[in-house]
């Protein structure tokens, strides 16, 4: 079993600062997760995210402190669909075919 802690105990304990990779978004080493209604631009939203985080780009007001390559894992979208949306996301980023490599894999189950 896990430590038990009362809430004003975690608060005076000393911890580490933690190191975001995206001020305030995704912390290193951290997991994003994202889940809304179908057709709410998820992917789009989140593959936009990855790019321009890999690019060591802003992610709308938000710095990225250190450049991160983003493994996905997806369980939703087929071969044909995330295709497609990559290519369109990474034109809108001004992103060459032979970059994509380098910021993002892509792992699927179908």
Known sequence: ???LITA????KTQLP????????????GGIVYC???PGSFKTNFLLYLCLNGAMGKS?????VNKKFKTLWIDEENRKIGMKDKIMKIARAL???EEQLDDLL??????
């Open 1 to 3: 079993m896990g430590e």
């Open 8 to 11: 004003n105990n975690l608060l």
């Open 17 to 28: 600062n933690i190191e975001y990779l995206v001020d305030s978004i995704i912390p290193k």
């Open 35 to 37: 889940f809304g209604a």
């Open 59 to 63: 992610i709308f007001d938000f710095n």
């Open 94 to 96: 001004d992103i060459k």
């Open 105 to 110: 894999i892509w792992i699927s189950d179908g």
